[in-house]
């Protein structure tokens, strides 16, 4: 490999570029190799993709030899996973296990909810049948769920150049349960939804969401409820607000769910394409004591943040014109493309064309359960700023 990719796995990160390869590897997708810079020192051990641009993902800077190793190193890393969990989850029985390179298990995602958890296999390497046999077997003698799903990403396995495959139960027979996050409580349904299901990245900011909303509240993008039902226990009325008709009658039947907690005298949930209603609504002089705005990544590539940043913008211009004074934004972008300064200077932006001042009460990342590893940017997406607007 090249010199620069050696520097970059020496100062901690995990990849290797197919471009920084020296020359053409043959070998078997998925396949353990040892890895070397090009003097041929030993920089350790990765899991190779035939397909993927990144060709190498380190899982040891030492040497790995041979699959029994492959594997107890597979099982150690998941019990260390939980154990990390069990330290820093609160109030919840709904988190990501397994957070791929940030676990050093790069390519693999499980999330638990409740007595039910979700695979996700995003690499060659991860997607081998031996390998799964292994991740399940560990997490059993770590949480015994009800059930083990896998949920597939066809887009991914297509990049991967895996076969197509449905996903479903790996093990036990569950694969629908009720979760509960800071006691709010959730359907879940295998195979249903975005991700693995929920946003569990976002578990920690909606308790803080809520310690802030009050008075009539707007959740833009709200999903299956995630912020809209945490702000329904301290505001009087919450508009939820999103395009996916399922993911509304989801997030009705999670209101049902938690009437009994609810303080707000209307939840209301309405169909709708985002940008149009908020035009619409700042046209027509509504106003809100409370705005969330959490839309889909719209950066996914470097190429696009000139324009995602012109959708991120209007939408924050639009809620702060309907912010009475004092009121409280929360937005969020999950676009790890778009750094957290550029967003800062977006919502700056846009407070500056709307006239408003606003003031940073938290500056807020993605969950503990969703850990940055310092030496491997990719890891750090989610941005959640908390302002107090006048
Ligand atoms: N806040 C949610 C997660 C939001 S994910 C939670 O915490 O659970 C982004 C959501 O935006 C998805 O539910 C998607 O259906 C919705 N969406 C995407 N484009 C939209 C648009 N133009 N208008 C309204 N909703 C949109």
């Known amino acids: 490999m090249r010199a620069r990719a050696a520097a970059r796995l020496r100062a901690g990160h995990l990849w290797v570029y197919r471009s920084d390869l020296a020359s053409t590897p043959s070998l078997p997708p998925g396949a353990l190799v040892s ?4 003097r041929g020192n030993s ?13 190498l993902r380190l899982i040891s800077t030492g040497p790995v030899t041979g699959k029994e190793a492959f594997h107890q190193l597979i099982r150690e890393r998941i019990h260390a996973a939980a154990e990390y969990r069990r330290r820093v989850v609160e109030a919840s029985d709904a988190y990501r296990v397994v957070f791929s390179e940030a676990d050093a298990l790069p390519g693999l995602i499980v999330d638990r909810y409740n007595d039910v958890l979700c695979l996700q296999a995003l690499t060659q390497a991860m997607d081998q049948a031996e390998v799964k046999q292994t991740v399940v077997a560990a997490l059993q003698e770590e949480f015994a769920p009800a059930g083990v799903v896998e949920r597939v990403e066809p887009r991914i ?8 495959s449905k996903g479903g139960l790996l093990a036990g027979e569950k ?7 800071n006691g709010v409580r959730f359907h879940y349904r295998a195979g249903e939804g975005q991700k693995t299901g929920a946003f569990l990245d976002q578990r920690e900011n909606y308790a803080a969401a809520a310690r802030y909303a009050r008075g009539q509240a707007l959740d833009v993008f709200c999903y299956q409820g995630g912020f809209a039902l945490h702000l329904a226990r301290v505001c009087q ?11 509304l009658e989801m997030a009705e039947r999670n209101e049902e769910l938690n009437r009994a907690s609810s303080s707000a005298q209307e939840i209301e ?3 709708a394409n985002a940008f149009d209603l908020l035009k619409d609504y700042a046209a027509a002089g509504r106003q809100y004591d409370t705005v969330i705005l959490d839309p889909p990544a719209f950066a996914k590539s470097k190429t696009t943040v000139e324009t ?11 809620a702060l014109k309907m912010l009475r004074p004092g009121g409280i934004l929360v937005t969020c972008s999950c676009s790890y493309h778009l750094s957290e300064s550029d967003f800062l200077e977006m919502v700056a932006a846009a407070a500056g064309d ?12 993605q969950a503990k359960d969703h850990p940055v590893l310092l030496t491997v940017p990719e890891t750090s997406y989610l941005k959640c700023v908390i302002t107090v607007v006048s």
């Open 35 to 38: 890895v070397r810079d090009p």
């Open 43 to 55: 920089l350790g051990t990765a899991l190779y993709s035939s397909a993927s641009q990144i060709a």
């Open 157 to 164: 396995r297509k990049l991967e150049q895996l076969p197509e």
């Open 175 to 181: 694969d629908a349960t009720i979760f509960t996050m």
């Open 237 to 247: 009325s919450v508009t939820g607000v999103d395009s996916s008709r399922p993911a």
């Open 269 to 271: 949930w309405i169909e």
């Open 308 to 318: 995602a940043v012109r959708g991120y913008k209007e939408l924050n211009l639009r």
């Open 354 to 365: 709307a006239h408003r001042t606003a003031r940073i009460l938290e500056k807020r990342g």
